[in-house]
Structures are given as C-alpha cells and as structure tokens.
C-alpha cells in the first residue's frame, strides 16, 4: 500500500501538461472526487494500526504534490497564454506613449529666459517668503509709504517683517547684495497680492523682471532692449512709453505695445485703442542703489518687470486667468506641441 502512493507521489512530479485540458483531466483523476486520493483516503480503515500514522503522512505528502503541480502548471500555461496573445506578435502596433505638455506659464517664462539670455541676462532666483527690507524698504518703499498699498500684501504669522512677496523685484534686491557691477540679471518667480480672484486677476501669479546695471546706462538702453525683445516675443516693432510711477524707478514708464486693429479680438483686447500694456519699467532710483551699496556716481542701470499670466494671456488668447491655476487636462494638452 505504501509503495503505490510512493510511486503515485513520483508520478504526480514527473507529470508535465502542455493544455489546461490535460491539466483538469490530471485534477480530476487524482485529487477528483472520485479520483485515486479519495480512494486511497477510503483504504484507510483497512491499514493496520500500526502503519496508520506513516500511511497518513504519505497520502498529506501526495495532496499536496498534486495541488502544488496544478498551481504551477496552470501559472506556467497561463503565462504562456499572455505570451501568445501579445508579446510574441511582432507585428501589434506599438502601445501609444502618453506624452505630457508643459504648462503655459512655464512655456512663456522659458520664451522671455530664451529672448533676454541672448543679449546677455542670466536667471536668478530668490525665496517666495521675504523679509520686508527686500520687498520693500530696499526697494525705495520705507515703512507707512503709501505706494505700499499698489501691492496688497500676505503678511505672515502676524509677524510685519515677514511676507509672501508682492513682485520679484525683492530677487534683484539681493542678487545687487551679493553680485558687483555690471549686472545683467532676469528673476522670474510667483509672486502673491491680497486680491480678489476675477477673470482678470490673480491672488497668485508670475512675473518676470530683469535689472541692468553698469557705468553709463541710459533710458535709450532700456527702450532698444524693449523694443529687441517686444520683436522677438510677439513679432511686434512699435512701442510707446507712457510716464508712470515706481517707487523704486526714476523715471518711470509703462510699456505698451502697438497689437494692432486687424481681428475683432483685437478691437476687444486693446478696446478699441490697438495699444495694449505689457510691462513696467525705469530706471533704477539712486537710493536702491545705495541701499545695496552700489555707487549711484559711478552706476546707473535700468529695470522692467512683466506678469507672465498676462502675456500668455495674449499669446494664446486665453480669456481667464484662472484657466492657468485648474490643471484641467483638456485645457493644458492644447499645449502638448509647444515646448
Ligand atoms: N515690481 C513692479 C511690479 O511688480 C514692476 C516693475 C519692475 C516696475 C521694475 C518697474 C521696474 O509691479
């Protein structure tokens, strides 16, 4: 009796199936419900007392030898399935590669990098959570001035030192810290303003602003590096300065560009005027100058700042800010072609 599970054992591991029929007919005639295990758990009354508990182990050793080869058998031909139903068709089409899209904002931030990096500027960064000397005192702005007010500020912890900053000329404050004349620098960067959220504006946005500063800079430097870059980022070759006010620039300007009065849209985003602003600009006042202790005798330098929103805006005629801030797919995969 022993002998034959020992051969059955033996049997059921040379056994090898290259069909899930064989391998259910296998099931069926040994471990089936009238299949050799149950005949054999059957006999067990008939085995004397004394081979019971060897006879019992052989017939657990023999269930599980069966249940392990069907386990395995049926994992190795369903691999093989798998294998047959698509890897080994080398003539499937391949399986389409998902590609992402940059986002806009990061598309016309790297378009204003690109333009300004060939005539020289370089990128540089600066912390989101500023201290007050570098959003504002630095920058021509003591405390109760009340051109404070143009940028409604996050303050922090209650804490008035500490801020979320309000444009990214608080980058250029430090790298005039850190970095001597000439300076020829561009700070992109999101920046924050206490205001409500409409089509139009933002409590969040970007800006780009750049700073130039050497011996002998002149207001005829800025406008030529305007106008090279309002041709090379929209195609455009009229500019008009309009006076403004900068606590940090003087003189001061806003820069508009000629878009023309071709498309209704055009008539619609310049009202009517064909004249659309696009950034601000000036020369650098002499105290921020010295607040950095940069020579404002020796040194004079320029500076202009631009919310990226606003000119992605444009390129792309996207009528809501808010589109850029709602990762809704069907608006970014329009700009999967861009990069
Ligand atoms: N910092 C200004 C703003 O955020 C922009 C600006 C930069 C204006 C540099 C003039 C010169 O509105």
């Given at each position: 009796m022993l002998d034959k599970v020992k051969e059955l054992i033996g049997e059921v591991n040379d056994f090898k199936a290259t069909t899930k029929e064989e391998l259910e007919a296998f099931r069926i005639k040994y471990i089936g419900k009238k299949g050799i295990l149950n005949d054999l758990?059957?006999?067990?009354?008939?085995?004397?007392?004394?081979?019971?508990?060897?006879?019992?182990?052989?017939?657990?050793?023999?269930?599980?030898?069966?249940?392990?080869?069907?386990?395995?058998?049926?994992?190795t031909l369903e691999d093989a399935d798998l294998n047959k139903s698509s890897l080994n068709d080398l003539t499937r089409p391949a399986e389409p590669l998902n590609l992402g899209s940059r986002h806009p904002i990061s598309i016309v931030k790297n378009q204003i990098i690109d333009v300004f990096s060939r005539i020289g500027?370089?990128?540089?960064?600066?912390?989101?959570?500023?201290?007050?000397?570098?959003?504002?005192?630095?920058?021509?702005?003591?405390?109760?001035?009340?051109?404070?007010?143009?940028?409604?500020?996050?303050?922090?912890?209650?804490?008035?030192?500490?801020?979320?900053?309000?444009?990214?000329?608080?980058v250029q404050t430090r790298y005039m810290e850190n970095n001597k004349p000439p300076i020829r620098t561009l700070s992109p960067g999101r920046v924050f303003r206490n205001e409500d959220i409409s089509a139009r504006a933002h409590c969040i946005f970007h800006q780009v602003e750049g700073l130039y500063i050497d011996t002998d800079v002149s207001f005829a430097d800025l406008k030529q590096t305007l106008l090279y870059f309002t041709k090379e980022m929209f195609g455009?070759?009229?500019?008009?300065?309009?006076?403004?006010?900068?606590?940090?620039?003087?003189?001061?300007?806003?820069?508009?560009?000629?878009?023309?009065?071709?498309?209704?849209?055009?008539?619609?985003?310049?009202?009517?005027?064909?004249?659309?602003?696009?950034?601000?600009?000036?020369?650098?006042?002499?105290?921020?100058?010295?607040?950095?202790n940069i020579d404002p005798t020796q040194y004079s330098g320029y500076a202009f700042g631009m919310g990226i929103e606003r000119i992605a805006m444009l390129l792309y005629q996207i009528p809501d800010i808010r589109m850029f801030y709602e990762n809704d797919v069907r608006f970014l995969e329009q700009f999967k072609s861009i990069s």
């Open positions: 758990f059957a006999e067990f009354k008939n085995v004397a007392n004394d081979q019971k508990k060897e006879f019992g182990q052989a017939l657990n050793t023999f269930k599980q030898a069966a249940e392990g080869k069907i386990n395995q058998l049926r994992e500027f370089t990128v540089s960064e600066g912390p989101e959570i500023e201290d007050d000397w570098h959003n504002f005192t630095a920058l021509n702005l003591p405390e109760y001035h009340p051109a404070r007010d143009m940028q409604d500020t996050f303050f922090i912890e209650q804490n008035p030192d500490i801020l979320l900053r309000t444009h990214t000329s608080s455009k070759s009229k500019i008009r300065l309009r006076p403004s006010y900068f606590p940090f620039t003087e003189p001061s300007a806003e820069v508009d560009i000629y878009w023309g009065l071709e498309t209704e849209t055009d008539y619609k985003i310049t009202k009517g005027t064909g004249w659309l602003e696009i950034m601000g600009c000036g020369m650098v006042d002499p105290n921020v100058l010295k607040n950095a």
